[in-house]
């Protein structure tokens, strides 16, 4: 058996990743998220991307409170990036 020889007859194409935002998109797309939740993504989508992580930039641009933005970042990113902890919680009361 001869040392480098490729057995494929064709050739694979590379495999191309789309970005970790279009991604985000895409999963919150899946998961049919609400139209609020679907915001929230493209927060965190600007902050990341545009903003270049500042919050009051970010929060001026959609017009709400850096501590609300604050909230959902911190749920973001103690998920690990997950999209689906970017959903409402449940209002009901405990007791």
Request: charged letters at 40%; zero cysteines; glycine letters at 2%.
């Amino acid at each position: 058996m001869k040392r480098g020889f490729n057995f494929y007859y064709f050739k694979r194409k590379p495999v191309e990743l789309s970005s970790r935002y279009e991604r985000w998109r895409k999963v919150a797309e899946l998961l049919d998220l609400k139209v609020e939740e679907r915001l929230r993504v493209e927060w965190m989508v600007f902050y990341y991307k545009e903003a270049k992580q500042n919050a009051t930039k970010k929060a001026k641009h959609f017009g709400i409170s850096r501590k609300t933005f604050y909230k959902w970042l911190n749920r973001f990113k103690e998920s690990k990036e997950d999209v689906a902890s970017l959903r409402d919680l449940s209002k009901r009361p405990i007791r």
